[in-house]
């Protein structure tokens, strides 16, 4: 359990809004709701949270452009929760950089173990100051004790879901890594869906370190073997 994470709920459905505030407030999170796009954004502006829960659809701006808006400027985990079926709003949630979705309806357990699965993810930067060790990627380097990926002088943003991905194949540079063993050390339940979803996330993070992301030097596909994480 995570105690003391700020959580920000975005859900357009107050009644949905005050159950799961009461529920993950008796969890032990400090929790602040928002009623649409809008609304977060204005609460953004002045509040900084360690994880945002999000509806996918919302009048007005839906939580798949907020998604993608919001992972311009900040890497707070975002938990999309999707109807029952709507494939396409997963993947495009994931593609727009959420770390993850909950299919509604859901069993309030399972949302508060994908919730700390999730903030478990997110890197330490409280690394204490000693020799690091560095992975060089081309012009990107990649600080293993931080969890940090740099270009140039510039941080470059990951998502806690990206965070996470570089953590495992930093630890095996040079070694593939099968898509189920990512699926498992991410902490999703097993299937192709999830390995689906896995590659959705690779892509991004592609798009982060390679100079081509369409010919990846750096994020490689090891055919029949997995992804491997190739630096100089």
């Not at 309806?105 to 508060?112: D, N, S, T």
């Not at 600080?143 to 990206?162: A, F, K, P, Y």
Request: aromatic share 4%; glycine share 6%.
């Amino acid at each position: 359990m995570i105690f003391d994470a700020h959580l920000l709920i975005v859900d357009d459905d107050e009644r949905i809004r005050e159950l799961l505030k009461k529920f993950l407030m008796r969890a032990g999170f400090l929790v602040t709701s928002a009623r649409d796009a809008e609304h977060a954004r204005r609460i953004l502006g002045g509040l900084d949270f360690d994880m945002i829960i999000m509806d996918v659809r919302m009048p007005g701006e839906d939580g798949v452009s907020l998604t993608r808006s919001l992972r311009e400027t900040m890497a707070t985990p975002i938990l999309l929760l999707t109807a029952q079926g709507e494939t396409e709003d997963r993947i495009k949630g994931l593609e727009a950089g959420a770390d993850d979705y909950l299919a509604k309806p859901f069993e309030p357990k399972e949302l508060l173990l994908r919730i700390n699965a999730i903030l478990r993810r997110v890197p330490d930067t409280k690394a204490e100051d000693s020799t690091p060790k560095v992975l060089h990627l081309g012009e990107n380097r990649y600080d293993i004790e931080r969890g940090e990926l740099w270009q140039g002088q510039d941080l470059v943003r990951l998502t806690s879901t990206e965070s996470q991905l570089m953590k495992i194949f930093s630890a095996c540079p040079g070694e593939p890594v099968s898509r189920a063993k990512l699926v498992e050390d991410l902490g999703r339940d097993r299937g192709q869906a999830q390995e689906r979803a896995v590659d959705v996330q690779i892509t991004r993070l592609r798009r982060k370190i390679e100079p081509n992301p369409k010919q990846p030097q750096y994020l490689q596909t090891v055919r029949g073997a997995g992804y491997m994480l190739a630096p100089d």
